[in-house]
């Protein structure tokens, strides 16, 4: 019995090994702000799953932009973000300018149009960072790609004055975006929609720059865009930030039966037959999910079908018109 208690005595004295000691854990805050404070990373908690092993916690600490007050400046290594990790954007922006095309006349104007609008996305994507971030650095993709906006811009709004409304209606609607973001519903879905109809000005943007336009075209493409890009928002979302929510996925189905009867009422025959296999595809996907509990759909499949979705969106407006 002696023996053993001056075993289990020794051992609860044995001394830590020696080297460096690890960096403070992130659930113990007063340890981590004197890390943070002298440049260390910050070590997740044993077992954590929450956490990624290595990762730097203190860029998850930025909770709002009034919280990065009197903070540090980043370190030189941290990355500067010039493009979004989601490329759905990049679909939102390419149909409503390529129906503005085909409800118009194809114009070399339109290849400025579309740079014009990939540098105001890319520079509102970075702007957005900065808001979050305030690194110094994230000010760089801002600067450049707002002087592709002015750079692309001016020439266009010198040709066609008109497109100063247009120009206006879209920083009104990223006014919008940004008071989102900056309350922490950056991905909301009323963000989501108020993208959508900021994209559609692209739709009599495109046909301002061209001579050929006429009013009605330009409206019906406007309605067959905004009624693809709502339902590709609300199927995604179903699928991904929705999953398992039936009465979101009620309501998606809802809208996709509505977008078919307003394609029968004010759109070519064409156009109702896409929005019929639209509402099917709404309804399939999700059912595929529902019938394996254990597995998703991959982003990558998802984006697929969105894709091919846009595709034949695009070829019917150059093939049959509005």
Known sequence: MGAAAGRAGRRGRLRPPPGRPLPARHDVRPLAARQAARGLP????????????????RTRQRLSVLSTAGRPAAPRGERVRWAPKQFGAWAILAVPLLLGAAASSPSPLHLVLAVT??????????????????????????????????????????LEPRLALVAAYVVAAAGVTLVASLAGHPKSVVVSLVEIAQALALVPAAALVSEASTGPAVAAATLAAGLYLVGSVLMVRSLIRERGNRLFLAVSLAYHALAVVVAWLLLPLPYVILAAALLARAAVLPAIQLGRPTARLRPIHIGIVEILASLALVGLGFTVGF
């Open 42 to 57: 910050l070590r997740p908690a044993r077992g954590d799953g929450r956490v990624r092993a290595g990762e730097d916690l």
């Open 117 to 158: 609008t990939a540098c105001a996305y890319l520079a509102s994507v970075a702007a957005l960072e900065w808001t979050r971030s305030r690194r110094p650095a994230q000010l760089r993709p801002v600067a450049a790609f707002g002087a592709g906006v002015l750079v692309t811009g001016l020439p266009l709004l010198a």
